[in-house]
């Protein structure tokens, strides 16, 4: 799934908030800092879809607790898209007389929801 322009720069956004209110707080020093933002910057032009996003929220999430957050939001964005594609896709099938199919789908989200 691509990863919109606008939606990166909000992402790092919020990366950059948590990132600069940890410091204020002393949560991390400037060695932190330091460490945290050479992370993002090289890691950065990598970030092309929303899996990789998602890749790269774990992995800064694993090294600074602080990130938590991002992901978490990050991870309720995504799903929603998912929802939203599928409950289209629901539709759709509905709408072409595909009743069986559609209910077929629908069960494999009410799992997916269950699972998680």
Do not use: C
Request: cysteine-free; aromatic content about 6%.
């Amino acid at each position: 799934m691509d990863l919109s322009a606008e939606h990166k720069k909000e992402v790092q956004r919020r990366i950059m908030d948590t990132l600069l209110t940890a410091y204020e707080k002393l949560e991390i020093n400037r060695a932190d800092f330091d460490e945290i933002s050479k992370f993002i910057l090289e890691r950065d032009p990598t970030i092309q879809t929303h899996h990789d996003l998602i890749v790269f929220l774990r992995e800064l999430t694993a090294k600074w607790k602080i990130f938590s957050f991002v992901l978490t939001l990050e991870n309720g964005e995504v799903s929603k898209i998912e929802e939203n594609k599928a409950v289209e896709k629901i539709e759709d099938l509905t709408q072409e007389g595909k009743i069986d199919e559609a209910l077929e789908a629908a069960r494999k989200i009410v799992k997916n929801i269950n699972d998680q």
